[in-house]
């Protein structure tokens, strides 16, 4: 038999192999959760960028036939004027839904360069004026006297500043009002948006900025959206090297969105008038027929852009529907512009893109 002693201590070694055991049991068991929870994440940001790339192909013949349409001085311009309002804001919202995909594959590029912050701020009040006049908001829009100048993306900084401002259009009651001032702030840009809305619970204020995260609202929706927008500003401002803050005093108290960005150096006037010669768009000569290729995989897309092209100038226009085929008319209709997909069967748009640097008679 064994001593007290002995038993003691083979008991001692069992409990100790025992819990080594359970451990290995439990780390298994938690790599295999991880690697299971990584594996769903993944899934879900190619489900999300798939559904706004194929949310996205059939609004684009919508909104061309509803522009044909309205073109026609017959038809009906108030029901053509709000369907087009509904398809901008699905538009938007599907445009939001590929941001964010983008970003979490962090596929999202910068296109930087030196621009005026005025530039941005015009491009943004004409996208966000229609949701503004449609609530009857009053915009007040404050601007400093010098120029203020930022090495950026102009197009993603105008998304943020239209972002902004529709939303404090969509969750401000009619007839609101709305101020969108700039100031310079040491070596940054400030960009300040003010409403007088539904404002920020301060439970929700630090989810603002969170994926898919809404505050709770009326059954009547009047606000819409996915919840996403806020985080795709968030995301393209700290992609320029900016900050960006919310504050709101609570419920029905509006809210305020601080944005800032770093300033350039103003380039000399020497500069300045290159870049205002560079950016001066050239009147186009309407009476010679340009040669169009649309490339397009979506061939309601393509011919819906056809239509347009064809409808408001005198142009030749072809189309492919595929890569392989693209440069094959190219080669047989030499373009003079090509309007291309990216995203295109058997050749993508990039390789496609390329191919007139090899073809000396590509071009006219």
Same mark, same amino acid.
């Given at each position: 038999s064994f001593s007290t002693d002995t038993l003691a201590t083979m008991s001692s070694v069992a409990n100790y192999l025992a819990l080594g055991m359970e451990r290995k049991r439990v780390e298994s068991l938690v790599t295999k959760q991880t690697r299971s929870l990584l594996d769903a994440d993944r899934r879900k940001n190619e489900f999300l960028a798939m559904l706004a790339h194929e949310l996205r192909n059939p609004l684009a013949p919508i909104r061309s036939g509803i522009e044909l349409l309205a073109a026609d001085q017959n038809g009906d311009r108030q029901t053509l004027s709000l369907m087009q309002q509904q398809v901008d804001h699905l538009v938007r919202m599907v445009n939001d839904l590929l941001d964010v995909s983008r970003g979490m594959r962090g596929r999202i590029t910068l296109e930087k360069r030196l621009a005026p912050l005025s530039e941005m701020l015009t491009s943004a009040l004409e996208s966000a004026r229609p949701a503004i006049e449609s609530r009857r908001h009053e915009l007040t829009v404050t601007c400093p006297d010098r120029e203020l100048w930022l090495l950026a993306d102009p197009t993603r900084v105008a998304q943020v500043i239209t972002n902004l401002v529709m939303n404090a259009a969509k969750y401000t009651p009619p007839h609101g009002h709305i101020s969108?001032?700039? +100031?310079? #702030?040491?070596?940054?840009?400030?960009? #300040?948006?003010?409403?007088?809305?539904?404002?920020?619970? %301060?439970? /929700?204020?630090?989810?603002? /900025?969170?994926?898919?995260?809404?505050? #709770?609202?009326?059954?009547?929706?009047?606000?819409?959206? &996915?919840?996403?927008?806020?985080?795709?500003?968030?995301?393209?401002?700290?992609?320029?090297?900016? +900050? $960006?803050?919310?504050? %709101?005093d609570g419920v029905d108290q509006g809210s305020r969105f601080v944005v800032k960005l770093p300033l350039a150096k103003q380039p000399p006037a020497e500069s300045l008038r290159e870049i205002d010669?560079?950016?001066?768009?050239?009147? %186009? #000569?309407?009476? $010679?027929?340009?040669?169009? &290729?649309?490339a397009d995989d979506t061939h309601a897309s393509a011919k819906m852009l056809e239509r347009i092209i064809v409808k408001n100038w005198n142009f030749d226009v072809r189309l492919a529907h595929d890569g392989v085929s693209a440069c094959?008319?190219?080669?047989? /209709?030499?373009?003079?512009?090509?309007?291309?997909?990216?995203?295109?069967?058997?050749?993508?748009g990039y390789v496609v893109a390329r191919f007139p640097r090899s073809q000396k008679k590509f071009f006219k």
């Open positions: 969108l001032a700039v +100031t310079q #702030e040491e070596d940054n840009a400030v960009i #300040e948006v003010r409403d007088d809305g539904m404002g920020i619970d %301060s439970d /929700f204020m630090p989810r603002l /900025f969170d994926l898919f995260a809404q505050a #709770e609202r009326a059954l009547d929706r009047a606000g819409g959206g &996915l919840g996403v927008g806020l985080t795709v500003v968030r995301d393209l401002v700290q992609m320029h090297g900016g +900050t $960006i803050d919310a504050y %709101s010669d560079a950016a001066r768009c050239q009147p %186009s #000569e309407h009476d $010679i027929p340009l040669r169009v &290729l649309i094959d008319v190219a080669e047989e /209709f030499p373009p003079d512009v090509i309007l291309l997909d990216i995203g295109m069967h058997m050749r993508n």
